[in-house]
């Protein structure tokens, strides 16, 4: 059944969503300990060292190092590169499960004027506008306004 595969195919997105959600989340997770080790590592040094000679730019080259050995850049890419492929398959099957063309959706329904005009007038009266629902009724010719305004008159 086409619903199924449907379901089928938004339960792959979803999946692949989470998973990059999840990978960037741990990515992330490791930039923000390798940035608190390196801050550490600085005011360590900075404590012990009475001469005032830090030696920031080891630590900070030491920090892009590590930033660049593990490639953050590089995982999320390729999860968000799975997540796209698997959006486009879903919109394909969508496509292909639902006809774009709204004139294949029309089907001449005859409708009962006194069930719409009263449809009509409820929802103005619903609304609290009750000039514009006598206006409605006295226009269209329809019978019983008032009954219709008394449910909703305070």
């Known amino acids: 059944m086409e619903i199924d595969s449907l379901r089928e195919g938004f339960d792959r997105v979803a999946e692949k969503r989470s998973l990059s959600s999840a990978k960037a989340l741990e990515a992330v997770d490791q930039i923000v300990n390798e940035v608190e080790l390196a801050i550490v590592k600085l005011q360590m040094m900075k404590n012990t060292d009475s001469t005032g000679n830090v030696d920031h730019p080891s630590i900070l080259a030491e920090l892009k190092a590590k930033l660049n050995e ?6 999320l890419e390729g999860s968000q590169k799975e ?13 292909k499960s639902f006809n774009p063309d709204i004139s294949k959706a ?3 329904v005859d409708f009962e004027v006194h069930t719409v005009n009263n449809i009509i007038t409820n929802h103005f009266y619903r609304q609290g506008l009750f ?15 008032a009954s219709l305004k008394l449910p909703f008159q305070a």
């Open 83 to 95: 997540l796209n492929a698997a959006l486009s398959k879903y919109l394909k099957l969508l496509e």
């Open 106 to 108: 029309y089907r001449s």
């Open 70 to 75: 593990m490639a953050p850049r590089n995982q």
């Open 131 to 145: 000039d514009l629902g006598d206006m409605f009724v006295h226009e269209c010719g329809e019978l019983g306004g």
